[in-house]
């Protein structure tokens, strides 16, 4: 063998060996993202909480990381919508976020992205997720900045900040449920 086949040799044995470790994108890739984060949304539970498909049929709860809409199934802690202390109305509007939730994302196909400083699932044993429409528009920015959310601030997050200044928008401009603060 030549000096040149052995160079040969060894820079395809590197370049297969960074391929398998995903230091060289291959093409197989979708926008950069693994395809295991490429999902179906199967089932809306709430506002924040989605039922997904992988497309090896395998499914999974997800909690939308660092948000949190009024609750339908349980009691709301008006203490947590700073300003709001009607319980019936976070109701409406927990009910307006899960529709709101369904209309956009039940039956359609989403990347999860997830957080490097969060972990991977919650309390409840939930995935933790971004969860990033077909346009590359990220859902959970759409809920707080919509007034459908408030940010969830008991955890760290990368978007921390940028969230809690999407919310502070909402709540001045009077957004969705920030609708009945007052404006002083």
């Avoid at 497309?55 to 997800?62: F, I, K, Y």
């Avoid at 802690?77 to 709001?84: L, W």
């Avoid at 319980?87 to 956009?104: C, P, Q, R, V």
């Avoid at 196909?109 to 990033?132: K, P």
Wanted: with cysteine.
């Amino acid at each position: 063998m030549t000096e040149n086949h052995l160079k040969l040799i060894a820079i395809t044995i590197c370049l297969f060996l960074a391929s398998l470790s995903g230091c060289i994108d291959t093409g197989n890739n979708n926008a950069g993202s693994d395809d295991t984060n490429l999902v179906t949304v199967t089932k809306v539970v709430d506002g924040d909480t989605i039922d997904i498909r992988y497309s090896n049929g395998t499914t999974e709860r997800v909690r939308l990381l660092g948000v949190d809409t009024p609750e339908t199934h349980t009691d709301n802690e008006p203490e947590e919508f700073e300003g709001i202390d009607n319980a019936s109305y976070l109701y409406e509007w927990g009910e307006k976020a899960s529709d709101y939730t369904s209309d956009i994302l039940k039956d359609k196909n989403v990347r999860l992205e997830y957080d490097n400083i969060s972990d991977r699932n919650g309390y409840y044993g939930r995935l933790l997720a971004y969860v990033y429409l077909q346009n590359g528009t990220m859902y959970n920015r759409m809920l707080i900045k919509n007034g459908y959310a408030r940010v969830y601030d008991e955890a760290e997050i990368e978007y921390m900040d940028e969230f809690l200044e999407l919310e502070k928008e909402a709540r001045e401009n009077r957004e969705g449920l920030w609708a009945v603060l007052n404006s002083s």
